[in-house]
């Protein structure tokens, strides 16, 4: 069980090279996390399947795919930085184990206590959107990611960085590490339906997403209250639990890569999205709704309690048979279980989009593009199950098409778990090939290696006409 939490620790911390992806498509990124109303085609898979039938104005395809090149990685931590890494947890610059000092353990206490990471990382292995002119758009997104969090307590960290002091009760309550892998197919289909009789909206699209779920991995902290003391008579006690729920491929629980799975459940998205009439000559405004990721997973494979008893008394530290009687006591009793069931995280968006269009007076309706986009998005986590995040977060984002090939994008993210962030990006359009390149933090451009919310994110896409 140590070596798995450890393993899944590790992921966190270079999650970068296995996996990388965002949750939300690199172009919603960089304007902010905004989607619910201006995402488009393959970008709108689990955003608002909706909007899997839109594209910018005139520019519409028959079909849009891609194949592994739609990858992001997101950390969100108040202390993690890849300085702070390799500044305290690596060996010297002569191969050596590095030696804390007492400046180096007082500066991983004061940063790192009781602070909470999460990371998400997500890759598509291939995305495929069908626009038919009759029966609506058709989308298949095959996706897999991992999520997770974990949080060291003040009284953890003090007791590794400087040992076991007398008369002190360490309180491991706080300690916790949360960890999952899924991989999804996603079966969206949208239709637009045209309201010539309705004096306020010109038209309205509806989405719905039918998504298998397979789990891989699972590992949860369901129950910790460990404490621990030492008195001045060389006594130590202990008292309290924890409890640590895992299902996964492995039983002797390494993990490993395949296509097979731990668990399966469905997950259901549904979106709206509708355009109000004669709201402006020089642009058109839309409207988004959408609530994703409704539904379940049922993990059935190596499903296994660990329960560690924390209630002991050691008498005689210098005693070799108490110490070895510990070891069998702190030792994690695995019990098999059976099945369980775990919610999806759903969420739930709105938004706005404003398109602002060239309106040349040379162009005919046919012909004309967007200038620029402004979005907002509010968005509210409805779930904490399996790293689902409850924060409500507001997103701005805006989106100016330069030229035709060339789309600078920015935005503005408060609340969630970064509190503040501005994100930037570059939308490229070389057809049939698009690109977008982006971070949902600035500074992960300019301070890589010392910011400790890191995100980008790159998305290659083809489409054919």
Excluded: C, H
């Amino acid at each position: 069980m140590k070596k798995l939490i450890l393993t899944f620790l590790l992921l966190a911390f270079t999650g970068t090279d296995i996996y990388s992806q965002l949750i939300p498509d690199v172009r919603s990124m960089s304007m902010g996390n905004t989607s619910v109303a201006g995402s488009y085609n393959i970008g709108a898979f689990s955003q608002n399947p909706a909007n899997i039938l839109n594209d910018k104005i005139n520019e519409k395809a028959n079909i849009y795919f891609n194949v592994f090149l739609d990858a992001g990685f997101q950390l969100n931590s108040d202390y993690l930085s890849l300085n702070f890494y390799d500044d305290y947890f690596t060996k010297t610059d002569d191969g050596s184990q590095r030696v804390l000092s007492p400046q180096d353990k007082q500066t991983i206490l004061s940063e790192a206590s009781d602070q909470f990471t999460n990371y998400i990382a997500n890759v598509k292995f291939i995305s495929v959107i069908l626009n038919t002119k009759s029966i609506g758009s058709f989308g298949l997104s095959i996706d897999e990611r991992a999520t997770g969090n974990f949080l060291p307590s003040k009284d953890f960290l003090e007791l590794a960085l400087y040992g076991n002091e007398v008369s002190r009760i360490y309180d491991f309550s706080e300690n916790s590490v949360n960890q999952y892998w899924i991989r999804e197919i996603n079966l969206s289909y949208a239709r637009k339906f045209e309201l010539k009789n309705n004096s306020t909206f010109e038209n309205i699209a509806i989405g719905v997403s039918v998504k298998p779920q397979f789990g891989v991995y699972y590992l949860n902290t369901r129950q910790n209250d460990l404490m621990i003391t030492t008195t001045d008579s060389n006594t130590i006690q202990s008292s309290g639990s924890s409890e640590f729920y895992y299902a996964g491929l492995s039983d002797n629980n390494e993990l490993q890569y395949s296509l097979g799975n731990a668990g399966f459940g469905f997950g259901f998205d549904l979106g709206f999205n509708t355009q109000i009439k004669n709201f402006s000559k020089n642009g058109i405004l839309n409207i988004g709704l959408s609530i994703t990721d409704l539904g379940y997973i049922t993990w059935n494979k190596n499903t296994n309690k660990y329960y560690n008893d924390g209630t002991f008394i050691i008498t005689d530290i210098t005693s070799q048979e108490q110490i070895d009687s510990l070891k069998d006591v702190i030792k994690s009793t695995k019990t098999p279980v059976p099945d369980f069931t775990t919610s999806l995280p759903p969420v739930l968006r709105a938004g706005f989009t404003y398109k602002f269009l060239n309106k040349s007076s040379k162009l005919k309706d046919s012909a004309q593009t967007e200038q620029a986009v402004i979005s907002l998005d509010i968005i509210q986590g409805l779930s904490n199950d399996l790293g689902g995040i409850t924060k409500t977060m507001v997103g701005i984002g805006a989106e100016y098409n330069a030229t035709g090939a060339l789309s600078p994008q920015a935005g503005f993210t408060f609340g969630g778990l970064q509190d503040f962030a501005m994100s930037i990006g570059l939308g490229i359009n070389a057809d049939p090939v698009i690109i977008d390149i982006g971070t949902n933090n600035i500074l992960s451009l300019f301070t890589p290696r010392n910011t400790t919310n890191f995100s980008a994110g790159l998305s290659v896409k083809f489409k054919v006409n």
